[in-house]
C-alpha cells in the first residue's frame, strides 16, 4: 500500500495505456500496457461511487 499508482511490475515505467475495458459483475477491468516494454497488466477497479446506488425515496 505504499505505492497508489499503478505501474509495470517489470520496469517500474508509470506510462500504461488502456488497451481495452471491460465491466464485470459491476466492476470494471481494464487491460493495459506499458509503453516501455509491452507487458500487459491487468487491473480490476470499482466504478465511481454514488454513480450506480442512488437511493431513490
Ligand atoms: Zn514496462
Not at 477491468?29 to 500487459?40: E, T
Request: with cysteine.
Amino acid at each position: 500500500m505504499k505505492d497508489r499508482g499503478l505501474a509495470c511490475d517489470r520496469c517500474g515505467c508509470r506510462h500504461l495505456e488502456v488497451v481495452r475495458t471491460v465491466r464485470v459483475f459491476g466492476k470494471i477491468k481494464r487491460r493495459r500496457r506499458c509503453r516501455h516494454c509491452g507487458r500487459i497488466v491487468t487491473t480490476l477497479e470499482s466504478p465511481a461511487r454514488g454513480s450506480d446506488s442512488k437511493k431513490l425515496p
